[in-house]
Protein backbone atom coordinates (compact mmCIF):
# COMPACT_ATOMS: atom_id res chain seq x y z
CA UNK A 1 0.00 0.00 0.00
CA UNK A 2 1.61 3.13 -1.56
CA UNK A 3 1.87 6.17 1.88
CA UNK A 4 0.45 9.70 1.10
CA UNK A 5 0.92 12.94 2.25
CA UNK A 6 -0.82 16.10 1.94
CA UNK A 7 0.26 19.44 2.27
CA UNK A 8 -2.24 22.28 2.45
CA UNK A 9 -2.06 26.17 2.40
CA UNK A 10 -4.60 27.94 4.36
CA UNK A 11 -5.33 31.87 4.52
CA UNK A 12 -4.46 33.78 7.00
CA UNK A 13 -7.69 36.20 7.83
CA UNK A 14 -9.47 38.85 10.10
CA UNK A 15 -12.61 37.05 11.63
CA UNK A 16 -14.48 40.58 11.49
CA UNK A 17 -13.25 41.58 8.17
CA UNK A 18 -12.71 38.58 6.22
CA UNK A 19 -9.62 40.38 5.34
CA UNK A 20 -6.26 38.42 5.01
CA UNK A 21 -3.46 39.03 7.90
CA UNK A 22 0.28 38.67 7.64
CA UNK A 23 0.55 36.85 10.78
CA UNK A 24 2.51 33.50 9.94
CA UNK A 25 5.51 34.01 11.72
CA UNK A 26 3.89 34.66 14.85
CA UNK A 27 1.52 31.31 14.38
CA UNK A 28 5.01 29.32 13.42
CA UNK A 29 6.37 30.45 16.39
CA UNK A 30 3.16 30.24 18.80
CA UNK A 31 2.75 26.63 17.30
CA UNK A 32 6.47 25.69 17.87
CA UNK A 33 6.33 26.11 21.44
CA UNK A 34 3.34 24.55 21.99
CA UNK A 35 4.67 21.32 20.02
CA UNK A 36 5.34 18.19 22.34
CA UNK A 37 7.56 16.01 20.20
CA UNK A 38 9.11 19.27 18.93
CA UNK A 39 8.27 18.61 15.49
CA UNK A 40 7.46 21.44 12.92
CA UNK A 41 3.99 20.61 11.41
CA UNK A 42 3.18 24.47 10.82
CA UNK A 43 5.35 26.43 8.04
CA UNK A 44 6.00 29.86 6.65
CA UNK A 45 5.49 30.32 2.78
CA UNK A 46 6.12 33.13 0.06
CA UNK A 47 3.38 35.06 1.48
CA UNK A 48 2.75 36.43 5.13
CA UNK A 49 -0.96 35.62 5.25
CA UNK A 50 -0.46 32.09 4.30
CA UNK A 51 0.20 28.83 6.37
CA UNK A 52 1.39 25.90 5.63
CA UNK A 53 1.59 22.33 7.08
CA UNK A 54 1.93 19.05 6.02
CA UNK A 55 0.73 16.06 7.71
CA UNK A 56 2.53 12.57 8.29
CA UNK A 57 2.45 10.30 5.60
CA UNK A 58 -0.64 7.84 5.67
CA UNK A 59 -1.84 4.13 3.63
CA UNK A 60 -5.84 4.68 4.88
CA UNK A 61 -7.57 7.57 3.77
CA UNK A 62 -9.49 7.48 7.01
CA UNK A 63 -6.50 8.09 8.93
CA UNK A 64 -4.78 11.04 6.59
CA UNK A 65 -8.76 12.55 6.65
CA UNK A 66 -8.47 12.19 10.35
CA UNK A 67 -4.67 14.12 9.85
CA UNK A 68 -6.25 16.84 7.74
CA UNK A 69 -9.12 17.57 10.10
CA UNK A 70 -6.29 18.09 12.93
CA UNK A 71 -3.94 19.77 11.43
CA UNK A 72 -6.79 22.51 10.05
CA UNK A 73 -7.75 22.61 13.82
CA UNK A 74 -4.70 22.68 15.16
CA UNK A 75 -3.94 25.77 13.07
CA UNK A 76 -7.42 27.45 13.76
CA UNK A 77 -6.67 27.29 17.43
CA UNK A 78 -3.05 28.74 17.02
CA UNK A 79 -4.28 31.42 14.98
CA UNK A 80 -7.60 32.19 17.08
CA UNK A 81 -4.82 32.99 19.81
CA UNK A 82 -3.60 35.75 18.12
CA UNK A 83 -6.73 36.79 17.04
CA UNK A 84 -6.89 35.17 13.29
CA UNK A 85 -8.89 32.71 11.57
CA UNK A 86 -7.95 30.21 8.85
CA UNK A 87 -9.75 30.30 5.57
CA UNK A 88 -9.43 27.07 3.20
CA UNK A 89 -9.33 29.33 0.20
CA UNK A 90 -6.75 29.51 -2.99
CA UNK A 91 -6.82 32.84 -3.32
CA UNK A 92 -8.57 35.81 -1.24
CA UNK A 93 -12.47 36.78 -2.29
CA UNK A 94 -11.01 40.40 -0.63
CA UNK A 95 -8.99 42.93 -2.18
CA UNK A 96 -5.02 41.94 -0.32
CA UNK A 97 -1.43 43.90 -1.09
CA UNK A 98 0.47 40.60 -0.24
CA UNK A 99 3.69 40.72 2.26
CA UNK A 100 5.89 39.09 1.17
CA UNK A 101 8.30 36.81 3.90
CA UNK A 102 11.74 38.18 4.88
CA UNK A 103 13.35 34.99 4.01
CA UNK A 104 16.32 35.43 1.86
CA UNK A 105 14.80 33.10 -0.89
CA UNK A 106 11.59 34.57 -1.04
CA UNK A 107 13.62 38.16 -0.73
CA UNK A 108 15.47 37.00 -4.11
CA UNK A 109 12.46 35.60 -5.88
CA UNK A 110 11.14 39.27 -5.55
CA UNK A 111 13.53 40.96 -6.99
CA UNK A 112 14.40 38.44 -9.88
CA UNK A 113 10.78 37.83 -10.87
CA UNK A 114 9.48 41.56 -10.17
CA UNK A 115 5.01 41.57 -9.64
CA UNK A 116 4.96 38.18 -10.69
CA UNK A 117 6.25 37.43 -6.79
CA UNK A 118 4.02 39.91 -5.18
CA UNK A 119 0.84 38.52 -6.93
CA UNK A 120 1.72 35.25 -5.73
CA UNK A 121 -1.06 34.78 -2.73
CA UNK A 122 -2.22 31.84 -4.19
CA UNK A 123 -2.55 28.40 -1.85
CA UNK A 124 -2.73 24.86 -2.74
CA UNK A 125 -2.94 21.45 -2.15
CA UNK A 126 0.23 19.19 -2.68
CA UNK A 127 -0.42 15.22 -2.36
CA UNK A 128 2.83 13.44 -2.31
CA UNK A 129 2.21 9.32 -3.39
CA UNK A 130 5.21 7.19 -2.46
CA UNK A 131 7.12 5.33 -5.15
CA UNK A 132 10.32 2.91 -5.31
CA UNK A 133 12.52 4.29 -6.88
CA UNK A 134 12.92 7.66 -9.61
CA UNK A 135 12.63 5.37 -12.27
CA UNK A 136 9.35 4.21 -11.08
CA UNK A 137 8.65 7.59 -10.20
CA UNK A 138 9.47 9.72 -13.72
CA UNK A 139 7.69 7.04 -15.24
CA UNK A 140 4.57 7.45 -13.28
CA UNK A 141 5.00 11.57 -13.77
CA UNK A 142 5.27 10.77 -17.62
CA UNK A 143 1.71 8.96 -17.53
CA UNK A 144 -0.24 10.67 -15.26
CA UNK A 145 0.09 14.15 -17.29
CA UNK A 146 -3.00 14.10 -19.52
CA UNK A 147 -5.13 13.45 -16.18
CA UNK A 148 -3.70 15.95 -13.80
CA UNK A 149 -5.84 18.49 -15.31
CA UNK A 150 -9.38 16.66 -14.17
CA UNK A 151 -7.84 17.06 -10.45
CA UNK A 152 -7.40 20.64 -10.83
CA UNK A 153 -11.17 20.74 -11.87
CA UNK A 154 -12.25 18.65 -9.24
CA UNK A 155 -10.35 21.03 -6.67
CA UNK A 156 -10.95 24.52 -8.03
CA UNK A 157 -11.53 26.57 -5.30
CA UNK A 158 -10.36 30.04 -6.38
CA UNK A 159 -12.97 32.27 -8.41
CA UNK A 160 -12.49 35.90 -6.83
CA UNK A 161 -9.50 37.64 -7.02
CA UNK A 162 -8.88 41.47 -5.64
CA UNK A 163 -12.93 41.74 -4.71
CA UNK A 164 -13.90 40.51 -8.26
CA UNK A 165 -15.25 37.60 -9.80
CA UNK A 166 -12.95 36.42 -12.57
CA UNK A 167 -14.54 33.90 -14.85
CA UNK A 168 -12.22 31.30 -13.74
CA UNK A 169 -13.12 28.11 -10.68
CA UNK A 170 -9.54 28.05 -10.19
CA UNK A 171 -7.82 31.83 -10.65
CA UNK A 172 -5.16 30.36 -8.58
CA UNK A 173 -3.28 28.00 -11.16
CA UNK A 174 -3.08 30.55 -13.77
CA UNK A 175 -1.63 33.25 -11.55
CA UNK A 176 0.99 30.00 -10.66
CA UNK A 177 1.27 29.34 -14.31
CA UNK A 178 3.44 33.17 -14.25
CA UNK A 179 6.56 31.25 -12.78
CA UNK A 180 9.12 30.24 -15.75
CA UNK A 181 9.03 26.59 -14.46
CA UNK A 182 5.36 26.03 -13.78
CA UNK A 183 3.10 23.74 -15.56
CA UNK A 184 3.00 20.48 -17.81
CA UNK A 185 5.92 18.92 -18.82
CA UNK A 186 7.17 16.40 -21.51
CA UNK A 187 7.92 12.93 -21.70
CA UNK A 188 11.16 11.87 -19.99
CA UNK A 189 11.66 8.71 -20.84
CA UNK A 190 14.14 8.27 -17.58
CA UNK A 191 14.56 9.11 -14.51
CA UNK A 192 18.63 9.82 -16.03
CA UNK A 193 16.75 12.68 -18.70
CA UNK A 194 14.56 13.98 -15.38
CA UNK A 195 17.63 15.07 -14.04
CA UNK A 196 19.39 16.07 -17.07
CA UNK A 197 16.21 18.25 -17.44
CA UNK A 198 16.24 19.70 -14.11
CA UNK A 199 20.07 20.62 -14.24
CA UNK A 200 19.47 22.37 -17.78
CA UNK A 201 16.98 24.62 -16.05
CA UNK A 202 19.21 25.61 -13.32
CA UNK A 203 22.22 26.30 -15.47
CA UNK A 204 20.37 28.93 -17.12
CA UNK A 205 20.43 30.58 -13.78
CA UNK A 206 16.54 32.05 -14.15
CA UNK A 207 15.32 29.52 -11.30
CA UNK A 208 17.05 29.82 -7.87
CA UNK A 209 17.77 25.73 -6.98
CA UNK A 210 15.68 22.48 -7.40
CA UNK A 211 12.59 23.55 -5.32
CA UNK A 212 12.41 26.04 -7.68
CA UNK A 213 10.99 23.35 -10.54
CA UNK A 214 7.39 23.50 -10.22
CA UNK A 215 5.49 20.71 -12.46
CA UNK A 216 2.74 19.66 -11.96
CA UNK A 217 4.10 16.65 -10.63
CA UNK A 218 7.58 16.48 -9.73
CA UNK A 219 10.00 13.64 -7.80
CA UNK A 220 10.15 14.91 -4.42
CA UNK A 221 13.55 16.69 -3.02
CA UNK A 222 13.26 15.69 0.35
CA UNK A 223 10.73 12.42 0.45
CA UNK A 224 10.61 8.94 -2.08
CA UNK A 225 7.47 10.21 -3.51
CA UNK A 226 5.59 11.85 -6.43
CA UNK A 227 4.54 15.28 -5.38
CA UNK A 228 1.29 16.60 -7.33
CA UNK A 229 0.91 20.06 -7.06
CA UNK A 230 -1.85 20.61 -9.46
CA UNK A 231 -4.73 21.19 -7.11
CA UNK A 232 -5.97 24.06 -5.13
CA UNK A 233 -6.18 23.58 -1.60
CA UNK A 234 -9.67 22.14 -1.25
CA UNK A 235 -12.43 24.13 0.98
CA UNK A 236 -14.04 20.97 2.51
CA UNK A 237 -11.21 18.64 4.11
CA UNK A 238 -13.45 15.36 2.58
CA UNK A 239 -12.70 17.12 -1.05
CA UNK A 240 -8.54 17.12 -0.41
CA UNK A 241 -8.93 13.40 0.95
CA UNK A 242 -10.58 12.35 -2.22
CA UNK A 243 -7.94 14.25 -4.10
CA UNK A 244 -5.35 12.15 -2.09
CA UNK A 245 -7.07 9.16 -2.71
CA UNK A 246 -7.40 9.96 -6.72
CA UNK A 247 -3.65 10.55 -6.78
CA UNK A 248 -2.64 7.51 -5.29
CA UNK A 249 -5.02 5.81 -7.59
CA UNK A 250 -3.22 7.66 -10.50
CA UNK A 251 0.03 7.01 -9.27
CA UNK A 252 -0.51 3.20 -8.92
CA UNK A 253 -2.40 2.92 -12.13
CA UNK A 254 0.77 4.57 -14.11
CA UNK A 255 3.19 2.37 -12.37
CA UNK A 256 1.41 -0.51 -13.03
CA UNK A 257 0.94 0.45 -16.88
CA UNK A 258 4.55 0.86 -16.65
CA UNK A 259 5.41 -2.16 -15.16
CA UNK A 260 3.25 -4.02 -18.24
CA UNK A 261 5.72 -2.18 -20.93
CA UNK A 262 2.48 0.57 -22.06
CA UNK A 263 3.90 3.43 -23.18
CA UNK A 264 2.47 7.13 -22.12
CA UNK A 265 0.21 9.23 -23.97
CA UNK A 266 1.97 11.63 -26.42
CA UNK A 267 -0.24 14.62 -25.99
CA UNK A 268 1.87 17.72 -26.21
CA UNK A 269 2.42 20.20 -23.51
CA UNK A 270 0.68 22.36 -25.62
CA UNK A 271 -2.24 20.33 -25.46
CA UNK A 272 -2.18 20.03 -22.12
CA UNK A 273 -1.45 23.65 -21.47
CA UNK A 274 -5.03 23.56 -23.13
CA UNK A 275 -6.67 21.49 -21.03
CA UNK A 276 -5.25 22.65 -17.77
CA UNK A 277 -6.89 26.46 -19.12
CA UNK A 278 -9.88 24.37 -19.49
CA UNK A 279 -10.00 22.84 -16.10
CA UNK A 280 -9.39 26.64 -14.28
CA UNK A 281 -11.91 28.16 -16.12
CA UNK A 282 -14.60 25.84 -16.04
CA UNK A 283 -13.91 23.55 -12.98
CA UNK A 284 -16.94 21.51 -12.76
CA UNK A 285 -19.78 23.28 -14.46
CA UNK A 286 -18.81 22.87 -17.91
CA UNK A 287 -16.82 20.80 -20.15
CA UNK A 288 -13.45 19.71 -19.63
CA UNK A 289 -10.90 17.88 -22.28
CA UNK A 290 -11.23 13.80 -22.51
CA UNK A 291 -7.77 13.23 -21.06
CA UNK A 292 -7.39 10.58 -23.53
CA UNK A 293 -8.81 12.48 -27.00
CA UNK A 294 -8.30 15.71 -25.91
CA UNK A 295 -11.39 16.54 -27.02
CA UNK A 296 -14.55 18.37 -25.35
CA UNK A 297 -16.90 16.46 -22.87
CA UNK A 298 -18.98 17.56 -19.83
CA UNK A 299 -16.82 17.50 -16.80
CA UNK A 300 -19.12 15.00 -14.91
CA UNK A 301 -18.68 12.59 -17.53
CA UNK A 302 -14.26 13.23 -17.44
CA UNK A 303 -14.58 13.00 -14.08
CA UNK A 304 -16.54 9.24 -14.19
CA UNK A 305 -13.62 8.19 -16.59
CA UNK A 306 -10.86 9.25 -14.75
CA UNK A 307 -12.68 7.00 -11.77
CA UNK A 308 -12.54 4.27 -14.44
CA UNK A 309 -9.08 4.42 -15.53
CA UNK A 310 -8.20 3.86 -11.56
CA UNK A 311 -11.05 2.14 -10.72
CA UNK A 312 -8.85 -1.45 -10.24
CA UNK A 313 -6.15 0.20 -7.85
CA UNK A 314 -8.66 1.67 -5.78
CA UNK A 315 -10.38 -1.23 -5.51
CA UNK A 316 -7.23 -3.14 -4.78
CA UNK A 317 -6.91 -0.30 -1.51
CA UNK A 318 -10.28 -0.71 -0.71
CA UNK A 319 -11.14 3.08 -1.90
CA UNK A 320 -13.89 2.50 -4.86
CA UNK A 321 -16.66 3.26 -3.18
CA UNK A 322 -15.56 5.56 -1.23
CA UNK A 323 -14.31 7.57 -3.80
CA UNK A 324 -17.58 6.85 -6.23
CA UNK A 325 -19.62 8.00 -3.03
CA UNK A 326 -17.37 11.23 -2.17
CA UNK A 327 -17.34 12.27 -6.26
CA UNK A 328 -20.95 11.79 -6.31
CA UNK A 329 -21.14 13.85 -2.94
CA UNK A 330 -18.94 16.44 -4.30
CA UNK A 331 -20.65 16.59 -7.88
CA UNK A 332 -23.84 16.97 -5.82
CA UNK A 333 -22.46 20.09 -3.66
CA UNK A 334 -19.84 21.32 -6.17
CA UNK A 335 -16.19 22.15 -5.80
CA UNK A 336 -15.42 25.36 -3.31
CA UNK A 337 -16.00 27.69 -6.59
CA UNK A 338 -19.15 26.60 -7.08
CA UNK A 339 -20.01 26.97 -3.26
CA UNK A 340 -18.18 30.51 -3.35
CA UNK A 341 -20.22 31.96 -6.29
CA UNK A 342 -24.08 30.30 -4.67
CA UNK A 343 -23.31 31.89 -1.51
CA UNK A 344 -22.58 35.74 -3.90
CA UNK A 345 -26.16 34.68 -5.34
CA UNK A 346 -27.75 34.39 -2.23
CA UNK A 347 -26.96 37.88 -1.70
CA UNK A 348 -23.64 37.40 0.52
CA UNK A 349 -20.83 40.00 0.42
CA UNK A 350 -17.67 38.89 0.06
CA UNK A 351 -16.82 39.45 3.37
CA UNK A 352 -19.60 36.65 4.40
CA UNK A 353 -18.31 34.85 1.76
CA UNK A 354 -14.66 34.25 3.67
CA UNK A 355 -17.14 34.21 6.94
CA UNK A 356 -18.28 30.89 6.04
CA UNK A 357 -15.12 29.44 4.33
CA UNK A 358 -13.90 29.88 7.76
CA UNK A 359 -16.72 27.53 9.30
CA UNK A 360 -16.31 25.39 6.65
CA UNK A 361 -12.59 24.40 6.70
CA UNK A 362 -12.78 23.16 9.99
CA UNK A 363 -16.35 21.11 9.20
Keep these: MRTVGVEEELLLVDPETGEPRALSA ?7 LDSVDGKDVFEKELHDQMLEYATQPQSGMDALGREIVRCRKE ?16 TSPLPVSPCIGEHQRYQWMAEHYGIATREQLVLGCHVHVAVDSDDEGVAVIDRMRPWLSV ?4 SANSPFWQGKDTGYSSYRS ?17 AARYREVVAEMLDTGVILDKAM ?10 YPTVEIRVADVCLHADTAVLLATLA ?12 AGLEPATHSVSVLRLAAWQAARAGLTDELLHPVTMRPMPARAVVRTLLDHVGEAL ?3 GDLDHARDRVAELLGRGNGARVQRELMRRGSSLRDVV ?3 VRRTQG
Design 26 to 32: AIVARAA
Design 75 to 90: AARHAGELGCAVAALA
Design 151 to 154: LCAL
Design 174 to 190: RVWQRWPSAGPTEIFGS
Design 213 to 222: VYFDARLSRN
Design 248 to 259: RGLVETSARQWR
Design 315 to 317: EDS
Design 355 to 357: TEC
